[in-house]
């Protein structure tokens, strides 16, 4: 297996052990979950720039990297959700629709059908990351706060549940948008996808 598949089979790993630590009752565990999670998405960086830069672009990747990103933010989301953070209908919202375009995609990769990237799409993805670094940042500084209670007014700032409910509700507006964007660029592969269907 090539590197940018390793990476990607660790990125998946690595998300099991980013949430178990993550919704651990110990401190010190919490703070190591946030730097797992920036491996994996450390991984995720990289195995597309080994893969741009020396083509090591496989069938198998084609399948398994959006899913593993699929996998790595999803599960972010929902550990959100169960620490109160995020509303749980948003995170659904969003989790469907990525799940549904990557399968699409990943349908077209198998049937080398095309199933074009929208410009708003991108936005999206980078909008979804953005936020999740955020709102990881904003965690990692509410577990360390006791140890250092001069950021407790950057704290308190931060961590500001309607500016996170207003943040995501915007997100997974853009997330919706998305979804019939995408039917607008890529008519053609439902159309045969369809037409499969009914056969």
Not at 158 to 178: C, K, S
Request: charged share 20%; proline share 3%; aromatic share 20%.
């Amino acid at each position: 297996m090539i590197l940018p598949n390793q990476l990607t089979v660790a990125r998946i790993v690595l998300t099991p052990v980013f949430i178990y630590l993550f919704l651990s009752d110990d401190i010190t565990l919490n703070l190591i979950s946030v730097f797992v999670f920036v491996l994996a998405a450390i991984t995720d960086w990289y195995d597309g720039w080994l893969a741009r830069k020396f083509n090591y672009i496989t069938e198998w990747g084609k399948f398994l990297d959006p899913l593993a990103d699929k996998i790595l933010t999803s599960t972010a989301f929902i550990g959100f959700v169960i620490i109160d953070w995020l509303p749980l209908w948003m995170v659904i919202v969003i989790i469907i629709r990525d799940f549904l375009t990557t399968g699409f995609r990943i349908v077209a990769e198998l049937k080398k059908w095309d199933f074009a990237t929208s410009y708003i799409a991108k936005i999206k993805t980078f909008a979804q990351m953005a936020f999740l670094y955020f709102l990881v940042f904003v965690y990692f500084l509410e577990k360390v706060q006791n140890e250092f209670p001069q950021i407790s007014s950057v704290v308190k700032t931060l961590d500001n549940a309607d500016f996170r409910w207003w943040a995501m509700f915007v997100i997974t507006l853009l997330t919706i948008y998305t979804l019939f964007d995408y039917y607008r660029f890529n008519k053609s592969f439902f159309k045969k996808l369809f037409r499969l269907e009914t056969e």
